[in-house]
């Protein structure tokens, strides 16, 4: 079973930035996507960006051009850049695999981003 820790996370004023991790803890056997999300209480949770495993990459149209997705997989961490972050990027941010062979899917326990001034 694939376990998920996120971190970077934290109070950053309006234009900031900021770069989550993700560390998973084995290697990954494709094809697979890695991903993450965010929730806002009261809200279901959104997808912010994903990478599949041959590398493409998609974005929510709220975060193009800010948010950036990259994996290192000598390191097995996913990463999120986060740029020029707005009040509405606010929200515990989730670090997700979706392994298709098995269908499964894994989530981390999630880290806070706050933006406020």
């Known amino acids: 079973q694939v376990q998920l820790v996120e971190s970077g996370g934290g109070l950053v004023q309006p234009g900031g930035s900021l770069r989550l991790s993700c560390a998973h803890s084995?290697?990954?056997?494709?094809?697979?996507?890695l991903g993450w999300f965010r929730q806002v209480p009261g809200k279901t949770r959104e997808l912010v960006a994903s990478?599949?495993?041959?590398?493409?990459?998609n974005y929510a149209d709220s975060v193009k051009g800010r948010f950036a997705i990259s994996v290192d997989a000598a390191k097995k961490t996913l990463y999120l850049q986060m740029n020029g972050l707005k009040f509405e990027d606010t929200a515990v941010y989730y670090c997700?695999?979706?392994?298709?062979?098995?269908?499964?899917?894994?989530w981390g326990r999630g880290t806070q981003v706050t933006v406020s001034s």
């Open positions: 990478m599949s495993s041959s590398g493409a990459a």
């Open positions: 997700n695999v979706h392994e298709f062979r098995s269908g499964l899917h894994y």
């Open positions: 084995q290697s990954l056997s494709g094809p697979y996507n």
